[in-house]
């Protein structure tokens, strides 16, 4: 029946969103993934400064380890979904403050999420990683491994280009993300 929710019907909706360093986006975006039968909200620049602490009653949240004032990304699975999934914090294949690899197994069946926020890195930068270099936080990764079997990447890629969004026709910061998709 269509009346079910999408996790009833064997979908899950993932919620994206970019918080700006705000408490009450955060607070509004997981409120709207509630609303909206969503799963799972991947969410890009918390607030992370400070003695701010993020939590919402209805969600369970994954951070990248290390620092918490350099993560750029938090994962949130609802809470009354995580007794039938298992979640899984995939640090060995991205340990990295801009990203969070999960993987969700649901009856079975794996689904990887990457959360992705992607930026300049490097000396004259908000993070410097291990590279005193300048470059895009996607080209940290190694993505061979973390684009195995099904696989959703999403986020804030802070780039433009024609490829996905065809009224522009100049690309800006783009070259890494259009590598990937390719």
């Known amino acids: 029946p269509s009346h079910r929710s999408a996790s009833e019907r064997g979908a899950m909706i993932v919620l994206q969103h970019n918080c700006a360093c705000t408490g009450a986006v955060v607070h509004t975006a997981l409120e709207a993934a509630l609303q909206a039968g969503a799963g799972m909200a991947c969410l890009q620049?918390?607030?992370?400064?400070?003695?701010?602490?993020?939590?919402?009653?209805?969600?369970?949240?994954?951070?990248?380890?290390?620092?918490r004032e350099h993560a750029r990304v938090v994962t949130a699975i609802r809470r009354d979904l995580v007794r039938d999934l298992v979640v899984e914090a995939r640090t060995d294949l991205a340990n990295h403050p801009y990203f969070m690899v999960v993987d969700v197994l649901e009856q079975g069946r794996r689904t990887r999420i990457v959360n992705c926020y992607d930026n300049?890195?490097?000396?004259?930068?908000?993070?410097?990683?291990?590279?005193?270099?300048?470059?895009?936080?996607?080209?940290?990764?190694?993505?061979?491994?973390?684009?195995?079997g099904r696989c959703l990447v999403l986020g804030d890629f802070n780039a433009h280009s024609p490829m996905w969004n065809t009224p522009i026709d100049q690309r800006v910061n783009a070259r890494s993300l259009e590598d990937l998709i390719m």
């Open 45 to 67: 620049e918390p607030p992370v400064r400070g003695k701010y602490q993020i939590s919402h009653p209805g969600f369970l949240l994954y951070w990248p380890e290390g620092p």
């Open 120 to 148: 300049w890195l490097g000396a004259r930068h908000t993070y410097l990683g291990e590279s005193l270099l300048t470059r895009r936080a996607l080209s940290d990764l190694d993505w061979g491994p973390i684009l195995e």
